[in-house]
């Protein structure tokens, strides 16, 4: 029943959060802020982490296809496809569900501990319009941080498959140009405004309805953190049904 219960309330939640809207001075003022706090603020973390694990990707296949009889050119081709299929949308927003999914978490939560989502109704605010949306609308703009991750990615894997003597610049770049499907782009790029949605709305949910004190904003950052991956693993595997059967 509590399944069900969270499941209605965070449907009550997404159509209240469109409901009596903030005035548009402030609200953008609101989304300006969300966008650096929660897309520029984490071009870092993915820019990192984005050139790294294209280098190990480039690594891997290179020394699991040692036959000779294989060519050269599948390290590129299989690290372009993994990163822009997987890794880049899928697992950079389960390390986003992470980053950004808490302090959404902890900062609306933080308020409800603090009254002040009290004092925004008090005030004749609609407090989830006022702190939902900003972030929902900001967050749109998280698949411009996953091409900047696939392309440090791919560039990742020039990178470590060059300089570490695994395969040349030629036989790489051959390799992502081999096969290349444009529309693989277009399904990361869906993928990932799906999952953007559920990154600022799952976390929004459990902070905004938390109940205790400072003790149960870390618990409720921990299980937002979980069901937003639990979410997005799922939605991945439909959206792949769905777009690529």
Known sequence: MTYLHNI???????????????KWSV???????DIDDLVIGSLGIVAFISFFVGGVITIQTALNIDNPLIPKYLIGFATRQSIILEFAPTFTSIIMAGKVGSFITSSIG???????????EVMGINSL???????????????????IGMFLGILGGIAAGVFGGFTSLEDYISGIQTDFIPFHV?????K???????LATIP????????????????????????????????NYLLTQMLLS
């Open 186 to 190: 277009s399904y990361a790029f869906i």
């Open 27 to 33: 609200m953008k003022t609101l989304i300006l802020k």
């Open 129 to 147: 319009n006022y702190l939902v949306f900003p972030k929902t609308v900001a967050l749109m703009l998280y698949p411009f941080v996953i091409a």
């Open 192 to 198: 990932t405004f799906v999952f953007a949605f559920v």
């Open 110 to 120: 933080t308020m409800r501990v603090t009254e002040q989502i009290d004092a925004l």
């Open 204 to 235: 929004s949910f459990y902070g905004y309805y938390m109940k205790g004190g400072a003790l149960e904003v870390g618990k409720a950052s921990t299980t937002s953190f979980v069901w937003t991956s639990v979410v997005i693993i799922i939605l």
């Open 8 to 22: 209605g309330a965070y449907s009550l939640m997404i159509v209240n959060m469109f409901r009596k809207p903030t």
